[in-house]
């Protein structure tokens, strides 16, 4: 199934290759306003590409994320981190069900 026949009910289906998300992480650690930024806030902070995919986020997110998910949590979108039970209810994932308006607006 090529990507142009996802269905999607919010956000668009595509994502950034993993090979780019790895770019992008490169580019933030190198970039230490942007670190202290993400920290600087109070609560979970998340920073996402154009895709909605996660490629930083500050420390106090990981108590969001799931133990076993947190290895692979980079390039996922914010839903898919955090276990949302809409998250896969698509083959897009995250931001493309029909429950994903109450997150995507």
Known sequence: MSIETVETYFASPFRTADENIELERQIIRRNPTVI?????FPDL??????NRQLVAFNAKAVAYVPEELRAGVYGMRPGEAVDC????EMPAGCGTSKF???CVQ
Do not use: P, T
């Open 100 to 102: 994903c308006v109450e």
């Open 36 to 40: 202290e930024l993400l920290e600087g």
């Open 45 to 50: 902070a998340l920073l996402l590409n154009q």
């Open 85 to 88: 039970i809409h998250a896969h």
